[in-house]
């Protein structure tokens, strides 16, 4: 699988867009972005995820570049309540062990009034 | 729908006991799956069963074992604890284990190894 830089941290004022970041240069053709954020002591929680274009649901904005090497979370107006760890994840469209997400250090933000 | 369910939230173990964390899920996934996150660090997974009647190693399966008990439930053993064991774990379930599907998550078990 195709391995994801995040930033460490970034901080957001509560009202504002929050662009979370990710860079997966070497994702293949048959990968997925996922995103999924894990809010302190909680499960994570899956977000949204892309394979070619743009996609929006309730909870956010998935922007990928043409080339695919790296994408944007956009979470369009950041509460207190959006402070958690963010998980870019690249997968496979496969079973077995191919399919199964392989989590890094994510992206820690700090949503402030 | 409850989700996924996790029993116990937490636990405290001697070195050298046994115990089984229990998951379950209701949602009529095929697949489920059992993570690790040790503090500062992402989730890496265990096991995991693609469907009802398989399972199979993922990242880190030494010193565990597991039972796809029926669709709803997934149980991870820890035959003989040991402090590095001190982890919080996570029980996952999917649709099935191929993408696009994601995966949702139970709240956690958090277990201390003594």
């Known amino acids: 699988d195709a391995k994801t830089t995040q930033p460490t941290s970034m901080d957001c004022a509560e009202g504002r867009a929050a662009n979370l970041p990710c860079n997966h240069s070497?994702?293949?053709?048959?990968?997925?972005v996922y995103w999924y954020r894990q809010i302190h002591s909680q499960g994570p929680q899956y977000i949204i995820h892309g394979l070619k274009n743009n996609e929006t649901n309730e909870m956010a904005s998935l922007i990928i570049t043409e080339d695919r090497k790296s994408s944007t979370l956009i979470l369009p107006h950041a509460t207190l309540r959006d402070t958690a760890v963010y998980y870019c994840i690249v997968r496979v469209a496969g079973g077995g062990s191919q399919g199964n997400l392989i989590f890094g250090k994510g992206t820690k933000l700090s949503v402030k009034p | 729908n409850a989700g996924v369910t996790q029993t116990p939230k937490f636990q405290v173990l001697k070195t050298g006991q046994s115990m089984t964390l229990q998951c379950a899920q209701d949602m009529n996934h095929n697949s489920m799956y059992w993570y690790r996150q040790d503090p500062g660090m992402g989730l890496r997974l265990i096991y995991y069963s693609a469907s009802e009647g398989t399972t199979d190693k993922g990242e880190v399966p030494n010193g565990y074992n597991v039972s796809r008990l029926n669709k709803r439930e997934f149980s991870l053993r820890l035959e003989s604890a040991a402090p590095s064991q001190t982890s919080v774990y996570f029980c996952?379930?999917?649709?099935?284990?191929?993408?696009?599907?994601?995966?949702?998550f139970g709240p956690g078990t958090r277990l201390t190894v003594t």
């Open positions: 996952a379930s999917s649709p099935q284990g191929t993408a696009p599907y994601e995966q949702y």
């Open positions: 070497t994702i293949s053709g048959n990968e997925y």
